[in-house]
């Protein structure tokens, strides 16, 4: 196994930071362009799913960076991992960077401003340093961080790189989760891009999934969860995040893939988050623990860090008790890849 | 009828937007505390609709700056109104200003971002000034605000008082809605506080509603939009504000409050959109123009600005074909207020 120190870890983390804002002002800027001109794009798999000219010029710009100073290290992109044949999940043990250059493109696209540059490190294909950047939030945009090691730490900066940065998760100690949750949480969930009208569609299955989530306890068949709220964002990242920081309960996602997830796992596993699949396994009992999700499973779960709650619950006992309430709300949703 | 000078205005917007960062930054310290601290809230409706005591201590904040300014202006709150037993519609022809003192309750308390002041004045019962300042939202907050005038504008100020402002919409000038709107639009709605189970209450109807945007088209029976995205922030404030800013195309909302959309209606009216009934007006021809939103109605249906089309469509055109396109995908939503 490859060891990295919590230095070389530091050194890792500070270049994705670094390489994060190069690339988050590279869109800044393409998008004060745009402001007069309409900005090219090509549609791949329908109309939700935009590349752009930037998509692939900020791909390169993170993998050059990247790889001139880690040369023998893997790197896994979105946009050469789909111009590419080959739809297997391609992880290996080394050192490994997944990389989304802009999740949430549809979002830049209309210039709101939930849109974020995801680097990712891997190392025994366990998310090990996460840079979320979202250029567009705030003045300064806005990055969160995570080295996981237990001399690294979880941070928020919205202030600058030469800025403050906040300590995550952002209550610290963070509050137990609702003893009737998810009743009390606030659920990020998306639509996502399958569209098709049918009542074995994913799209009909989430939309069925958030009314449960929303609907007043007893209603539903019993399936109604009284969360807070329902929160659609249009990235997957940004939802991973929110949940990673301690600013959202639960985050339920499926059909996004390893680079749209990675740096935001990093980021929730080091302030105490977990994620799980968020279809139940199969042979699972209830007394059986839960696994952590596959990173390539393209299905996603995830709770917020808590603290012990008045009953003498522990933290995990209260995040498995949370999935196991998500899941019996939720139907399960069809997405694959290939082994 | 009250005049005001363009000079007067601009006090008047200037008096708002130093008050919202006033109170901005009394959210800002609470929520430093809440990190040591949980919040106290108690319960109004159920438990989707908090109120904080930070809400009345910002109203307060807002109310008192305001009428030692302008004492013999008019001033609704959020707050004060609720707290009393008028539900009537209470805006009268003067100079009056609607205030919300945090839009986005459920998303402080969860410190999710999404939370706005909102402060809006009105002449006529037509919402003229607006300031909304979205405290959380980058390290200095996130500021839009308008003066409805032909000497006034609209501005996003994301760099702090000092900072720099960029004009809105923030793509000038602004695109022609998509030839085959709704397809590829961005669509703003909520799920609301009603969470009853059956077939006839809101929640049901809104997320049919998005089910029927989102779905392709020739699906739901000729009701898809395949729209780009559906986003819910949980905050009909910030919905406004985007599509304000052309960040947006389409808000669909209904449930919320004059204070909620008056001050963003001021932003979106000079930024050169449009506010309608989210219902159709029953006696309403193809042929007869669409009336602008009733301010108390409670049902607000925005469309972004836009430039005239390739096909010569004016802005009003495309906009009205879009408004209409949106009617024949949705069910009508119950809220009403006494008369």
Same mark, same amino acid.
């Given at each position: 196994m490859t060891e990295f120190s919590i230095v070389e870890l530091r050194k890792l983390h500070d270049v994705a930071c670094n390489v994060a804002r190069i690339a988050g002002n590279y869109l800044r800027e393409d998008q004060l362009r745009r402001r007069k001109v309409a900005l090219t794009t090509r549609e791949k798999l329908n109309s939700v799913d935009l590349v752009t000219a930037a998509d692939e010029g900020v791909e390169k710009i993170i993998k050059d960076s990247i790889l001139k100073e880690y040369p023998d290290h893997a790197f896994i992109g979105e946009e050469s991992y789909s111009a590419g044949q080959e739809k297997r999940f391609l992880l290996k043990d080394g050192p490994t960077w997944i990389v989304d250059p802009i999740d949430g493109t549809v979002n830049m696209v209309h210039m709101f401003p939930m849109t974020a540059i995801s680097i990712g490190f891997c190392l025994e294909s366990i998310p090990t340093v996460g840079v979320v950047f979202a250029p567009f939030l705030g003045g300064q945009g806005t990055l969160y961080s995570a080295i996981r090691h237990p001399e690294g730490g979880a941070w928020l900066s919205e202030?600058? %790189?030469?800025g403050p940065s906040t300590p995550l998760p952002l209550t610290s100690p963070p509050p137990p989760? %609702?003893?009737?949750? %998810?009743?009390g949480c606030l659920f990020f969930g998306e639509y996502g891009k399958d569209r098709r009208d049918s009542p074995q569609s994913n799209l009909t299955k989430k939309a069925a999934n958030f009314v449960n989530m929303a609907?007043?306890?007893?209603?539903r068949g019993g399936k109604g969860g009284m969360v807070h709220g329902i929160r659609s964002l249009g990235s997957s990242t940004m939802d991973m995040v929110y949940v990673a920081s301690g600013q959202g309960d639960i985050m339920f996602e499926a059909g996004c893939w390893e680079w749209d997830v990675c740096a935001g796992i990093a980021i929730l596993l080091q302030t105490g988050g977990i994620v799980v699949d968020s279809n139940p396994p199969t042979d699972l009992k209830d007394s059986d623990p839960i696994p952590m999700a596959?990173?390539?499973?393209r299905r996603y779960l995830a709770i917020r860090a808590c603290s012990e709650d008045v009953n003498g619950r522990s933290p995990r006992a209260q995040q498995e008790a949370l999935v196991r309430e998500v899941w019996k709300r939720t139907e399960r949703l069809d997405y694959q890849r290939p082994v």
């Open positions: 202030f600058g %790189p030469d989760l %609702p003893a009737d949750a %998810p009743k609907t007043e306890i007893g209603g596959n990173l390539g499973g």
